[in-house]
């Protein structure tokens, strides 16, 4: 592998936008696969959720990359103006099934609230609740039962919390917090893979605590709390939120 790819898939991690323009100035192609994958499946299977997704993608765009499923486009762009027009000229795409590789919770057989509820994309989430699309809509159930997840249990325990607007918008929309799963694969092929089982959005919030997931111990329980109270169950105060024996180590 030449320096200039070598330099296109370090920068796709963390998104960073200077060094990937930079790698396709060099002379990094932006469609050629790479160990199998195109760029852009490399750069949407990374482990980080931010807002520069938008700018990283246009940048392959730009040299003529191309999304496996070209309706996900304005949903990981995070374009609400794009998603509404799309809405409009097809109402259909409200009901569209995708399937993504995902670092975290699963992206298969999913519509396209889940897409922007894990990418954490709120605008697109706002435009796609607001137009209609099925809060409480299942993700395909894989051959051993597992899976079968709303958008919100994509929200739940997110990366830097990124996703907990949309935790929010959902919970308001009526997503319900008391579905429950057989099992869900979170991480499916990557070294972190852990399969999760009898999961509702409450547990599967919790399975944040985890090690391999690292998040905020004060994140996770204030999503909890959220969680609770659209179920309608009491959320006691928590004293020992951090962890002082944790925080001893």
């Known amino acids: 592998m030449d320096a200039a790819t070598e330099e296109l898939l370090s920068a796709f991690d963390g ?46 765009f730009d040299q003529g990359a191309e999304l496996p499923d ?12 794009s998603l509404e027009a799309a809405i409009r000229a097809q109402p259909a795409i409200l009901h569209h099934r995708t399937s993504l590789v995902s670092t975290f919770a699963p992206l298969e057989g ?21 137009a209609g699309a099925d809060v409480n809509a299942r ?26 607007p949309i935790m929010k918008l959902l919970l308001a929309a ?20 852990t399969t999760f089982y009898d999961v509702t959005p409450i547990s599967f919030a919790q399975f944040g605590l985890m090690p391999q997931v690292h998040r905020r111990e004060a994140d996770i329980y204030s999503n909890i709390g959220n969680l609770l109270a659209a179920a309608g169950r009491n959320a006691p105060a928590l004293g020992n939120v951090p962890n002082r024996y944790l925080l001893a180590k």
């Open 139 to 164: 993700a395909d159930v894989d051959a051993d039962g597992f899976n079968g997840h709303t958008p919100l249990f994509h929200t739940v325990n997110s990366a830097h919390n990124r996703s907990e």
């Open 110 to 130: 999913v519509t396209l609230l889940h897409v922007a509820a894990e990418y954490g994309n709120l605008d697109a989430a706002r435009v796609l609740v607001e």
């Open 15 to 60: 998104h960073d936008v200077g060094s990937i323009r930079k790698a396709l100035r060099e002379g990094a192609d932006a469609c050629i696969p790479i160990r199998g994958k195109r760029p852009i499946e490399w750069l949407l299977e990374q482990y980080t959720r931010s807002d520069r997704l938008a700018e990283c993608l246009q940048l392959l």
């Open 174 to 193: 009526g997503a319900s917090a008391e579905v429950r799963l057989a099992g869900l694969v979170w991480g499916r092929g990557f070294e972190w893979e």
């Open 70 to 81: 070209p309706v996900l486009r304005p949903v990981l762009m995070n374009d609400a103006s």
